[in-house]
């Protein structure tokens, strides 16, 4: 009996050793074993004596905002180049050094990038050379999105792809302008700054205008045209204008004393600097005649189109690739007007959620808790530590909104302003809480509420990345809000690398519908005016400045399609000069009137004398 214990003893001591030596396995190869918290790699520095020698490698927006970016960085003496526009063969590269479950943004991103990489490897650049002479900028994250993993995510690719040690830039949203690298080879003066903030606007802007100049264009294809040489010579002023600075601007008596006043000096440069990108005559000069050329182009406003507000991801509703299925081209072969979402509504946002998370977080991050209700001095420390934080940001607020519109103002003006942040969240706030984090948060939802209720389009595509988990949690939100609102057309589509087919084939069965929507608002807007529509292409035929894309057209509540706010305002025009015929023949006949009268008394009077 004795050793039959021993030897049950015996068997659990080993088996006790076999599953602690597997269980040490598994966290080993899980790399549990690591007892360190993980801290972000140090890279080498990006210093400022490497500026002359280094590329600066970015992309990921638009065209036109890259355009005008690598333009602020080349004249602030940097040496950069934007990246091509990613296709699917970058997906695919990234898909085969990057892992696993990735956001496709990260796969067309980092694949582009070693693409290019490979590129000059393959022109006979050594390899040690491209990661000492280059370097990428991007931007980063936080939060539940993966988007906080990106840089993690291409170091991987590119160290399993033989580009071990490439330096990264990131720079993070809620840092703003500030550097997470802090290395000094990217120096953030008020020149570059203010640059970058133009050419984000300007980029914006621009991508609205050419989405509402192109698909009316009476002859094929010279919107593009036109618009390339605008955007050169945007770029252009952007890269090749001097830098304000005021001791050669300030008069000869002051020079002296400014030489002595140091801080005096200093504020008064970086003022200059900041009215000189605003307001300086370079600039305005640059954007009006970017106007100027840009109104050249003939347009038929007659054609009816569904308005398609596109909505989504942030990347994946942005670039212009494969990334999102080419979808803005295909809206526009389809038959539609593209509404692009600008880069200036995702900033607004940030502050805007900045100032309801310091309200919300107020009772716990106050200086004082619960001061007794004598305690004036510690409740008045409280509120001016609230209000201080809030009045800075609402002054960036208004700053961002005013330099938006002014640039709108200075391009045509036929741009859409910026949705209002206070109320997207009111409407998005019935189904989807502002302070659920991630991703574009209630933007999603308060966009296509807001751009439904106020008549602004007839159908919302939302494009997002395959598997997208903040999206994944907007589009389930959607169903509830189609189910209130019985009219609205949205249709989520998540893009990856495969499925252009399928998707294309989703969007036009929705755009049907779309169709269908703008084609009866049309009708009924023209039934409304009681003209024929060959009366009013007559009336547009004769009246060239009707046949200008900047010729502005004043917005009726109620209607989304351009053409039919057109045939609105040329009735009302024609009805107008209508009107001012009949009541000018009653004044010519009194006229002619009075004229024979006057003829008569002067026979009479010659006949007297």
């Known amino acids: ?144 999105c993966r988007f906080g993993m990106y840089e993690s995510e291409y170091r991987f690719a590119l160290k399993n792809a033989g580009f ?199 009772p716990v991050t106050r200086p004082h808790r619960n001061p007794q209700w004598w305690e004036f001095k510690k409740h008045l420390a409280n509120q001016v530590v609230l209000r201080k934080k809030l009045a800075l940001i609402t002054v960036g607020e208004k700053m961002w909104y005013g330099i938006y519109h002014r640039v709108i103002r200075n391009l045509g003006g036929i741009t859409h302003h910026l949705a209002p942040q206070p109320e997207l969240a009111a409407l998005a706030h019935p189904f989807y809480n502002q302070f659920t984090r991630g991703g574009e948060g209630h933007l999603e939802v308060g966009k296509n509420v807001y751009y439904t209720v106020h008549n602004l389009c007839h159908m919302v595509l939302a494009l997002k990345p395959f598997g997208c988990m903040p999206s994944s949690q907007s589009d389930g939100v959607q169903s509830a809000v189609i189910n209130k609102f019985k009219d609205m057309i949205f249709l989520p589509i998540e893009t990856s690398g495969e499925g252009e087919v399928n998707a294309h084939s989703r969007v036009q069965m929705a755009l049907g519908e779309a169709k269908l929507k703008a084609k009866a608002e049309f009708e009924q807007v023209l039934k409304s005016t009681g003209k024929r529509l060959e009366d009013i292409r007559e009336y547009v035929a004769e009246h060239s400045e009707l046949r200008r894309p900047f010729y502005h057209i004043p917005h009726r509540e109620g209607i989304a399609g351009t053409a039919a706010q057109f045939i609105l305002h040329v009735s009302d025009r024609m009805d107008k000069e209508r009107r001012f015929c009949i009541g000018a023949r009653p004044t010519t006949r009194r006229g002619n009137g009075l004229k024979l009268r006057l003829q008569r008394t002067l026979s009479v009077g010659r006949a007297r004398f």
């Open 1 to 144: 009996m004795a050793d039959t214990n021993l030897i049950q003893i015996e068997q659990d001591r080993v088996i006790n050793e076999r599953l602690a030596a597997e269980r040490i396995r598994l966290r080993r190869l899980a790399g549990l074993e690591q007892r360190e918290h993980f801290h972000r790699p140090v890279e080498r520095a990006f210093t400022a004596e490497e500026r002359s020698r280094v590329t600066i490698l970015f992309g990921g927006l638009t065209w036109k905002h890259e355009e005008l970016i690598r333009a602020v960085f080349q004249g602030c003496g940097y040496r950069c180049e934007r990246l091509p526009v990613p296709d699917v063969a970058a997906f695919q590269t990234g898909k085969e050094y990057g892992n696993n479950g990735q956001c496709n943004p990260t796969y067309f991103t980092v694949g582009n990038l070693v693409q290019y990489l490979q590129s000059l490897e393959r022109a006979g650049m050594p390899r040690q050379e491209i990661l000492d002479n280059h370097v990428f900028f991007t931007a980063g994250s936080c939060g539940p």
């Open 164 to 362: 071990d040690g490439f330096r990264i830039l990131l720079f993070h949203d809620k840092d703003g302008l500030k550097a997470v690298s802090g290395e000094p080879g990217l120096k953030f003066t008020v020149d570059f700054g203010m640059g970058m903030l133009n050419a984000v606007h300007v980029g914006d802007v621009m991508n609205d205008i050419v989405y509402q100049i192109r698909p009316f264009e009476v002859n094929k294809g010279e919107t593009d045209r036109v618009f390339g040489d605008a955007m050169a010579g945007l770029a252009k002023t952007l890269r090749e204008r001097p830098p304000f600075e005021i001791m050669s601007r300030a008069p000869k008596w002051a020079k002296p004393y400014l030489e002595k006043k140091k801080t005096l000096r200093n504020t008064l440069n970086t003022l200059g600097k900041v009215r000189e990108h605003l307001y300086g005559d370079i600039y305005v000069n640059a954007l009006k005649e970017c106007t100027e050329r840009l109104n050249t182009i003939e347009v038929d406003r007659t054609r009816v189109k569904p308005m398609v507000k596109i909505t989504g991801e942030f990347w994946a509703q942005t670039t212009e690739g494969d990334g999102n299925f080419n979808m803005f081209a295909f809206l526009e072969r389809e038959g539609a007007q593209v509404l692009v979402e600008p880069i200036a509504t995702w900033v607004a946002y940030l502050m805007y959620q900045g100032k309801a998370h310091a309200r919300a977080k107020w």
